[in-house]
T-cell receptor, first 114, second 117 residues
Framework: EAGVAQSPRYKIIEKRQSVAFWCNPISGHATLYWYQQILGQGPKLLIQFQNNGVVDDSQLPKDRFSAERLKGVDSTLKIQPAKLEDSAVYLC????????????FGPGTRLTVL | AQTVTQSQPEMSVQEAETVTLSCTYDTSESDYYLFWYKQPPSRQMILVIRQEAYKQQNATENRFSVNFQKAAKSFSLKISDSQLGDAAMYFCAYRSVFNGANSKLTFGKGITLSVRP
């Protein structure tokens, strides 16, 4: 069974530029999460999708971050414009449904904003 | 809101010896899940072990076991016969049993474990 796929693995941009990350969850997994992991900290939830609907985006900085999961499968997270404090690893995770308890994580995208 | 605390930022263990990583949490819920995740330098977060709060028996997975003390809200991870491949960051995480928006994981800050050959 293929795991959670993410791309790119690394991205370096200048502040005020835009960037997009892509995630493809495990096949059949209805629930998808995006977490932000700042260096030295644990991951923090940005947004949760159930199929193509948003369940929780309370921690998403909506003035600059956006995310979509149009067909209920893969998802894109965008930052526009990026700030220095957005430098972090962005992790995508999925579970079969929100009733499942174990989340499976992708390898993450390391973003550096200069 | 739930919180997870990992107060030890770093630990070191000799290869083949045993090490215990500490975690405490705070919640008003009576039932929940607790997890230990391992994150090697490659960044892939890998599940090590999970515990359901309503189960009194401590979970074990090969060389990994937990000491779950519900009243004390403590959830420590014991690694026996430590191997070089165990070197990584370890995160303690909490999840409500409720579904929907409550299914997110709340993580501690993590602990960096190094293994000395």
């Amino acid at each position: 069974e293929a795991g959670v796929a993410q791309s790119p693995r690394y991205k370096i941009i200048e502040k005020r530029q835009s960037v997009a990350f892509w995630c493809n969850p495990i096949s059949g997994h209805a629930t998808l999460y995006w977490y932000q992991q700042i260096l030295g900290q644990g991951p923090k939830l940005l947004i949760q999708f159930q199929n193509n609907g948003v369940v929780d985006d309370s921690q998403l900085p909506k003035d600059r971050f956006s995310a979509e999961r149009l067909k209920g499968v893969d998802s894109t997270l965008k930052i526009q414009p990026a700030k220095l404090e957005d430098s972090a690893v962005y992790l995508c995770a999925s579970i079969q449904s929100s009733r499942s308890d174990t989340q499976y994580f992708g390898p993450g995208t390391r973003l550096t904003v200069l | 809101a739930q919180t997870v605390t990992q107060s030890q930022p770093e630990m070191s263990v000799q290869e083949a010896e045993t090490v215990t990583l500490s975690c405490t949490y705070d919640t008003s819920e009576s039932d929940y899940y607790l997890f230990w995740y391992k994150q090697p330098p490659s960044r892939q977060m890998i599940l090590v072990i999970r515990q359901e709060a309503y189960k009194q028996q401590n979970a074990t997975e090969n060389r990994f076991s937990v000491n779950f003390q519900k009243a004390a809200k403590s959830f420590s991870l014991k690694i026996s016969d430590s191997q070089l491949g165990d070197a990584a960051m370890y995160f303690c995480a909490y999840r409500s049993v409720f579904n929907g928006a409550n299914s997110k994981l709340t993580f501690g800050k993590g602990i960096t474990l190094s293994v000395r050959p």
